[in-house]
């Protein structure tokens, strides 16, 4: 009969119409965005028009299918949000390239060759890349078992750029690069970042019950027993050294400010992070007393217009260029953000913030907190300590990222040398940032994909059922073993002697 058969086990939405949905927005404020720059800067649409925009909707309807087909219980809000923000980079970069030209020509200089090619370049590799980690990593707890390969891997490549010549390594003082003669750079600090996140998520699982052990009680504070601080140390002396020998403040705060992160995700105690920031600006302070670098940098911290023509000049033309944005900006392709030296990559907000206002970065930061929100969400859905760990490590560092180089740029903390994830110009960057996204999707999809169910069992009929037969204390109420039991039978209660 029809009413015997077991209901149907209800289904769990994919939210990959959501996701096409959101992406199709994304493409639409992106095409609408190129369409203003266009007819602002040239009067007319060029066919770098219809290269971006075709090459932009291809690229990211192939990344939907693949998230459709191998995550498909992924957060439907993460891969739209990452659209959007690279769409935007590529209308500024576009729009950057447009005014350089036009300078070029009224100069009476030859054409400088346009930036937007390349960045699509490295869309395409990084979306590549992308599709290769979803393919390839089925499973985010794989990774826990390279933690110590991935640690080690992750340290030789921040290493790198400072054991080779200066030649191929240093940009703007800062060793940071490997450099390819006639080809382009890498900066292989970004790719180091995800490969230590992986360690230090799989240290922590082991040894969090170790490191959570109480020690000595001090001002209403559990304290860490002294042998328990070596990846504290060990973190501070990285980001030290990499302050000293690369002179990169970005690098250095990015990576010390993950290992405290995720020591207190691990162990829940405020004493780590109290003793984490002390010893934080312990080593700032020794720092500013023993390198000129870190000097300069703070100075032009405290007053860009003082060396207004020298050290400061960057940092003076983008508090320019936010002043002249104001509240609703000058528009799209109405502005002169390329008055701004590095324009497309250290101060490409400044130059959003020119041309689209304070309106319009706080519509993309509000992009940015509904990535790192989905992210932190994933880690709290997760089911397993590892995946919590990751997630967590992966969301705050594109968190921590942004914060260092808006506050940088907006005169909140010293300039630091990082870029925006997925809107400024940069191959590197793009690259690591897919491939975090990408690590990103695999656990939202463990974390949101239902259960596997067990077959349910047949149930016996109610006349093939084994019955037993039970007898009745004469003093109370609970039934004991009587005989075995016997098929095809009722209880039958034992007479009671009053009867």
């Known amino acids: 009969m029809a009413g015997d058969s077991p209901a149907a086990a209800p289904t769990t939405p994919t939210g990959r119409g959501i996701e096409l949905l959101m992406l199709g927005l994304a493409a639409v404020l992106t095409t609408s965005a190129l369409v203003l720059v266009e007819a602002n800067q040239e009067q007319s649409l060029t066919t770098d028009l219809l290269f971006v925009g075709l090459a932009y909707l291809v690229l990211f309807a192939l990344a939907h299918l693949v998230v459709r087909k191998l995550a498909p219980y992924a957060d439907p809000l993460i891969l739209p949000s990452v659209a959007l923000l690279n769409g935007l980079g590529l209308v500024m970069i576009h729009r950057l390239d447009l005014a350089r030209a036009a300078r070029a020509e009224l100069l009476g200089r030859a054409e400088p060759s346009g930036l937007i090619t390349a960045q699509m370049t490295w869309t395409v590799a990084g979306l590549t890349l992308f599709a290769l980690v979803l393919f390839f990593l089925r499973d985010h707890r794989t990774l826990a078992r390279y933690g110590y390969t991935a640690g080690f891997v992750g340290l030789v490549l921040l290493a790198l750029p400072a054991l080779l010549p200066s030649s191929i390594s240093e940009v703007n003082g800062a060793k940071l690069w490997i450099r390819i003669p006639g080809g382009p750079g890498i900066q292989p600090g970004e790719f180091a970042k995800i490969l230590l996140i ?244 695999r656990i939202s999809h463990v974390a949101r994909a239902p259960l596997p169910q067990r077959p349910a069992q047949p149930r016996a009929p109610i006349a093939d059922a084994s019955t037993e037969l039970v007898q009745r204390p004469k003093g109370g109420t609970t039934p004991t073993p009587g005989t075995t039991p016997t098929p095809g039978t009722a209880p039958v209660p034992e007479r009671s002697d009053e009867s």
């Open 198 to 441: 992986v360690f230090f998520a799989a240290y922590l699982v082991q040894k969090r019950n170790l490191l959570s052990t109480a020690g000595r009680r001090f001002l209403g504070m559990e304290l860490p027993r002294a042998r328990d601080l070596a990846p504290l140390l060990v973190a501070w002396g990285l980001s030290v050294g990499i302050l000293v020998i690369q002179r990169d403040l970005g690098s250095s705060l990015l990576i010390f400010g993950l290992v405290l992160v995720l020591l207190y995700t691990a162990t829940e105690r405020v004493s780590w992070m109290v003793i984490g920031l002390s010893a934080f600006a312990f080593g700032a302070a020794i720092a500013y007393q023993l390198f000129g670098h870190v000097r300069v940098r703070v100075q032009i911290w405290l007053d860009p217009f003082e060396d207004y023509e020298g050290g400061g000049f960057q940092l003076a033309q983008a508090l320019f260029g936010l002043g002249t944005g104001g509240v609703g900006g000058t528009g799209l392709g109405a502005g002169r953000p390329d008055l701004v030296p590095f324009a497309e990559s250290d101060f490409i907000f400044s130059s959003l913030g020119e041309e689209l206002g304070l309106i319009g970065l706080a519509a993309i930061l509000i992009v940015y907190l509904v990535l790192i929100t989905r992210g932190l969400r994933s880690a709290l859905a997760v089911r397993d300590s590892y995946g919590k760990l990751l997630a967590t490590g992966l969301a705050f560092s594109v968190a921590l990222q942004i914060f260092v180089v808006i506050g940088g740029v907006t005169r909140l903390i010293p300039l630091t040398g990082l870029t925006l994830p997925f809107l400024s110009y940069g191959g590197s960057s793009l690259l690591a940032n897919y491939a975090l996204v990408a690590i990103l999707l």
